[in-house]
């Protein structure tokens, strides 16, 4: 059994509070959407680094070991978790034969599409919200979601007793319905797209003070996705590599990964080597590469129209601070279409043995535009962040793979068919 004790090194007094980027102001940490002061969203989470630098060391520095809540001093949760003990701390894989396949000599996959429980990176951001909801004694969650946001919310309020609603545009594939029902979650389904469904939790968690993890805990929630670049660096030896390319709509993960970046150097954890972020949007749906590519950092929203649903967000709130993010890598945003994505899904697949959902697929794909145009030169370390699973939604592959050849009850036709 994982260790489960409270016994470990968890310091709340590391974090200061919520920090408005546009005025400065700090505030205590409180269930907000935007800056009580000047009113602009996304407060940021802020650390006591030069004390956490002392406090902290590459080996013993906290517990419990194996699960994104060994990095619990650079998150901003105060109590031990109650739910969601043993999301993150998922396999980085040395993918050998795809690298081979790319022409490349050195290609890591970090495999967030078996997070426990519910197979995405978005065990990591909910769990975050959920204990800080938890903290705030908020009596019911919800969210708005693509899918698995909503699975994760599912799954780690009915962990802990807690009544979810999730919120999910129409389109929502039928695996990611299942997979929130099944838990016990209110699932409203709103007759518009992702960014209608969004407009309207919006309204109803700042007017009414409702509690989502991604909209009045977005700060909180937010800090979770920072786990998946720690654990990349520790599973390297404290290293990162120099490229790493993630998928792209909401823009929490490569915001996030860009600030997990600049916390290892401040604290001394990693080296100050370039580490070059990039975004994989879909050409349905790329409202950032767009903006990124024309050099811009205003976001024009767009009606999303592909096959990888997690990514399809036409109006990405925080795409302005991806934009400048990734630029300050020397890194690069771009698109790339649905027929790419079901081939980079089937490349991952039958190369590496990993089944991802079509976000991964699109990530998978741009890491091959960038190797084929030269952006990443084929001798230096890249990693590939695959976010979600394919067996929550087969969809985008069926009728791009093998057929299933049916024989007879018959011993001969078996023989046949193997080939043998
Ligand atoms: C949410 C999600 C993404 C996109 O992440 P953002 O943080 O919104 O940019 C990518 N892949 C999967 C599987 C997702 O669920
Ligand atoms: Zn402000």
């Keep these: ?63 419990p070991t194996n699960s994104m809540w060994r990095y619990a001093n650079l998150l901003p949760c105060r109590e031990f978790p109650k739910t969601g003990l043993f999301v993150g701390a998922t396999p980085l894989i040395n993918a050998r034969r795809l690298a081979n396949e790319l022409g490349v000599d050195s290609l890591y996959i970090k495999d967030d599409s078996v997070n426990y429980p519910t197979l995405s990176y978005k065990d990591r951001v909910v769990a975050t919200a959920i204990n800080k909801a938890l903290e705030f004694n908020f009596q019911a969650i919800g969210c708005v979601s693509t899918g698995n946001v909503a699975n994760s919310v599912s799954a780690l309020a009915a962990a802990v007793g807690l009544p979810a609603f999730v919120v999910i545009p129409e389109g929502t594939e039928e695996g990611k319905i299942i997979g929130s029902i099944v838990y016990g979650a209110q699932v409203i389904k709103v007759r518009g797209n992702y960014d209608d469904a969004n407009r309207l939790s919006r309204e109803v968690s700042q007017n009414h003070g409702i509690p989502f993890v991604n909209i009045n805990l977005r700060s909180y929630y937010s800090e979770g996705a920072k786990t998946v670049i720690y654990e990349i660096a520790e599973q390297l030896g404290w290293r990162l590599p120099r490229h790493i390319v993630l998928p792209l709509a909401g823009a929490t993960l490569v915001n996030k990964a860009v600030k997990a970046v600049g916390e290892l150097r401040k604290l001394g954890l990693i080296d100050d080597n370039p580490v070059r972020l990039y975004g994989a949007q879909a050409t349905g749906s790329a409202p950032i590469a767009t903006a990124f590519q024309a050099g811009v950092d205003e976001i024009t929203p767009v009606t999303p129209n592909t096959v990888a649903r997690s990514l399809a967000i036409g109006n990405p709130g925080d795409g302005k601070a991806a934009v400048r993010g990734i630029r300050s890598t020397d890194g690069y945003i771009s698109a790339v279409s649905d027929l790419e994505i079901i081939a980079g899904m089937k490349l991952l697949a039958s190369r590496e043995g990993i089944f991802a959902e079509a976000a991964g697929g699109a990530t998978m794909a741009l890491t091959k535009q960038l190797i084929d145009t030269g952006i990443i030169p084929k001798d230096e370390e890249i990693a590939i962040v695959v976010t979600g699973n394919g067996y929550k939604t087969p969809e985008p592959v069926m009728g791009h793979i093998r057929f299933v050849r049916e024989i007879d009850n018959d011993v001969n036709e078996l023989l046949r068919a193997i080939g043998m």
């Design 1 to 63: 059994m994982q260790e489960t004790t409270k016994e470990y090194l968890h310091e709340p007094k590391y974090i200061l509070g919520m920090t408005c980027l546009s005025c400065d102001t700090t505030v205590e940490e409180q269930p907000t959407y935007s800056c009580t002061h000047c009113g602009t969203p996304g407060l940021e989470i802020t650390y006591d680094y030069s004390a956490l630098r002392q406090g902290i060391s590459r080996n013993d520095w906290l517990k």
